[in-house]
């Protein structure tokens, strides 16, 4: 029975299959031969590259295929010294693709910038493309044309197909290898992925694939990406800035992915200073450590800000209440008499006399003078 050093499944970028373990196994090891157990339909393209340059620093390195192994899983071993696979795994390789997620009402000013943003993305999968094939064609030793027309067609290859073109170097029959069997699950992920699913048996007894069309099944998949239920925290922890990461990497899809509306949300793109998202195959959207961190930093600054209203808020609450209080008590007070006003007012009105008045008393000083005359 062979003893595996590491086992890689899962996602290729996730908590089972990532470069982290893929490193401090091959630093454990250094002058020994490492055997790698790989189980993956594929994932991100970034981490596929670095453990493919990990296992060729390293040199001695036998990797083995088991089960159903597409896309990134594949690339990942490119790198290792020997390559071996189980008779009844399946391996698939296919173009580089990226998820296209648009819904917005545009002018021909907006489809224009649209369209020149897509044929930027279009230029990048076609190096991307001609770089993978490259390393194919490299491990193959067979033409370049050969290997990107055979990731156009990306069709399941059999385990001798896949020695005849060279992929791998060796078909073994060990008996603890388990066959590939199909779940609901794993055909789901598939259909989600764009990837064409096997006619391999089914689980628990099931011979034959579900008769729901695979078209039915795929936009049942496609229409749970919007809940976003489903996220992989390892997927969303990396790195969105990497040059191969979230246009490139997204190695599980076929490039006639359809175009899905996606929400847009102007506040998050504010605060993270970027123009939409883009998720990946599984509909997780990746954010950095320090995107994360600027969220972070945001929520606290608005939660200070909410607290500081609150506060004052509940000072002007008591202010009022302390007004209240005071014209109460105004009103329980008896009210001061207005004679001491009236009176003060008569005065400022007898010593302000008006012209009538003055005109009396003229009359009658000048009758006193007449009398005293006469």
Same mark, same amino acid.
């Given at each position: $029975?062979t003893?595996?050093? /590491?086992? !890689?499944?899962?996602y290729?970028?996730g *908590?089972? +299959?990532?470069?982290?373990?893929?490193?401090?196994?091959?630093?454990?090891?250094?002058?020994a031969?490492?055997?790698?157990?790989?189980?993956?339909?594929g994932?991100q393209?970034?981490?596929a590259l670095?453990?493919?340059?990990?296992?060729?620093?390293?040199g001695?390195?036998?990797v083995?295929?088991s089960?159903?192994?597409?896309?990134?899983?594949?690339?990942?071993?490119?790198?290792?010294?020997?390559?071996? $696979?189980?008779?009844?795994? /399946?391996? !698939?390789?296919h173009?580089?693709s990226? *998820?296209? +997620?648009?819904?917005?009402s545009?002018?021909a000013?907006?489809?224009q910038e649209?369209?020149?943003?897509?044929?930027?993305?279009?230029a990048?999968?076609?190096?991307l493309?001609?770089h993978?094939a490259?390393?194919?064609?490299?491990?193959c030793?067979?033409?370049?044309?050969?290997?990107?027309?055979?990731?156009?067609?990306g069709?399941?290859l059999?385990?001798?197909e896949?020695?005849?073109?060279?992929?791998?170097?060796?078909?073994?029959?060990?008996?603890?290898?388990?066959?590939?069997?199909?779940?609901?699950?794993?055909?789901?992920?598939?259909?989600?992925?764009?990837?064409?699913?096997?006619?391999?048996?089914?689980?628990e007894?099931?011979?034959?694939?579900?008769?729901?069309?695979?078209?039915?099944?795929?936009?049942?998949?496609?229409a749970?990406?919007?809940?976003f239920?489903n996220?992989?925290?390892e997927?969303?922890?990396?790195?969105?800035?990497?040059?191969?990461?979230?246009?490139?990497?997204n190695?599980?899809?076929?490039?006639?992915?359809?175009?899905?509306?996606?929400?847009q949300?102007p506040?998050?793109?504010?605060?993270?200073?970027?123009?939409?998202?883009?998720?990946?195959a599984?509909?997780?959207v990746?954010?950095?450590?320090?995107?994360?961190?600027?969220?972070?930093?945001?929520?606290?600054a608005?939660e200070?800000r909410?607290t500081?209203?609150?506060?004052?808020?509940?000072?002007?609450?008591?202010?009022?209440?302390?007004?209240?209080?005071e014209?109460?008590?105004?009103?329980?007070?008896p009210a001061?008499?207005?004679?001491?006003?009236?009176?003060?007012?008569?005065?400022e009105?007898?010593?302000?006399?008006?012209?009538?008045?003055?005109?009396?008393?003229?009359?009658?000083s000048?009758k006193?003078?007449?009398?005293?005359?006469?």
């Amino acid at each position: $029975m062979t003893q595996y050093h /590491l086992h !890689l499944k899962g996602y290729v970028g996730g *908590a089972d +299959f990532n470069t982290e373990s893929v490193l401090a196994t091959l630093a454990a090891n250094p002058d020994a031969e490492v055997s790698v157990l790989v189980d993956s339909t594929g994932g991100q393209l970034a981490t596929a590259l670095s453990i493919s340059s990990a296992f060729h620093r390293h040199g001695k390195v036998h990797v083995h295929f088991s089960g159903m192994n597409a896309s990134a899983a594949t690339i990942s071993s490119l790198g290792a010294q020997r390559i071996s $696979m189980d008779a009844s795994a /399946l391996y !698939l390789v296919h173009k580089c693709s990226v *998820a296209v +997620f648009e819904w917005a009402s545009m002018n021909a000013d907006q489809l224009q910038e649209y369209i020149d943003s897509l044929d930027k993305q279009k230029a990048n999968l076609e190096k991307l493309d001609s770089h993978v094939a490259a390393m194919y064609a490299a491990r193959c030793r067979k033409p370049h044309e050969d290997l990107l027309a055979l990731m156009k067609t990306g069709g399941w290859l059999t385990a001798k197909e896949a020695k005849e073109w060279g992929f791998v170097d060796d078909i073994t029959e060990y008996e603890e290898d388990v066959k590939p069997m199909m779940t609901e699950a794993l055909a789901t992920a598939l259909a989600t992925a764009c990837i064409p699913i096997p006619a391999i048996p089914y689980a628990e007894g099931k011979t034959e694939q579900p008769s729901e069309p695979l078209f039915t099944r795929f936009m049942a998949a496609l229409a749970g990406l919007f809940t976003f239920g489903n996220k992989t925290p390892e997927a969303a922890a990396q790195d969105p800035d990497t040059s191969i990461h979230n246009q490139e990497d997204n190695q599980t899809q076929t490039p006639n992915t359809p175009i899905t509306p996606m929400k847009q949300m102007p506040h998050i793109e504010a605060t993270l200073q970027v123009e939409g998202f883009t998720p990946n195959a599984e509909g997780s959207v990746p954010l950095t450590e320090a995107q994360l961190q600027s969220l972070e930093d945001h929520i606290t600054a608005q939660e200070t800000r909410i607290t500081d209203q609150e506060n004052q808020l509940t000072e002007r609450n008591n202010r009022i209440t302390e007004l209240e209080a005071e014209v109460r008590a105004l009103k329980a007070t008896p009210a001061d008499t207005t004679s001491s006003v009236v009176n003060n007012n008569s005065g400022e009105n007898n010593q302000q006399p008006n012209r009538a008045s003055e005109y009396l008393a003229r009359v009658n000083s000048a009758k006193e003078l007449y009398d005293l005359v006469s």
